[in-house]
């Protein structure tokens, strides 16, 4: 069994170059079946980690909505159903490989849930004294 714990909505960092100012992974759900994920950095189509997450048995995926989330959401099970090789710029703007990954869910995601995951996040307004 393998769990994989996702960051739906990644924020900007001081300490990481993001393409257009934020993350630039495609960890998205396209419908309440279907999720769109690509590996970290580094972990290309080859390596044992991808090897991992395509041959095991059961694969189980956890969503929280933010870095400011400390609770995962258990979305279920789910099949690995395409994985193609990509590449993406480090921190240090060099190409590194990553691997895309689409996954189909063994259950419907619930729709209030899914709604909250991809609904945008508010910041706060500060208020000065």
Same mark, same amino acid.
């Given at each position: 069994?393998?769990?994989?714990?996702? *960051?739906?909505?990644?924020? =900007?960092? =001081?300490?990481?170059?993001?393409?257009?100012?934020?993350?630039?992974?495609?960890?998205?759900?396209?419908?309440?079946?279907?999720?769109?994920?690509?590996?970290?950095? /580094?972990? /290309?189509?080859?390596?044992?980690?991808?090897?991992?997450? %395509? *041959?095991? +048995? $059961? #694969?189980?995926? &956890?969503?929280?909505?933010?870095?400011? =989330? %400390?609770? &995962?959401?258990?979305?279920? +099970? &789910?099949?690995? *159903?395409?994985? @193609?090789?990509?590449?993406? #710029?480090?921190?240090?703007? #060099? @190409?590194?490989?990553? %691997?895309?990954? +689409?996954?189909?869910?063994?259950?419907?995601?619930? @729709?209030?849930?899914? $709604?909250?995951? +991809?609904?945008?996040?508010?910041?706060? @307004?500060?208020?000065? /004294?």
């Amino acid at each position: 069994m393998c769990a994989y714990f996702v *960051t739906y909505h990644k924020e =900007e960092s =001081e300490d990481k170059n993001y393409v257009d100012g934020k993350p630039d992974y495609a960890d998205a759900f396209e419908d309440n079946m279907i999720f769109r994920w690509d590996s970290q950095i /580094g972990r /290309g189509i080859n390596s044992s980690y991808v090897k991992d997450v %395509t *041959t095991a +048995q $059961r #694969k189980h995926l &956890f969503v929280k909505k933010s870095d400011a =989330e %400390t609770c &995962f959401y258990y979305m279920g +099970q &789910f099949e690995v *159903t395409e994985v @193609e090789p990509a590449r993406k #710029k480090d921190n240090n703007g #060099k @190409e590194r490989d990553i %691997t895309k990954f +689409q996954m189909k869910m063994h259950n419907a995601v619930r @729709e209030d849930l899914l $709604r909250y995951l +991809q609904s945008k996040i508010k910041k706060e @307004e500060v208020k000065v /004294g």
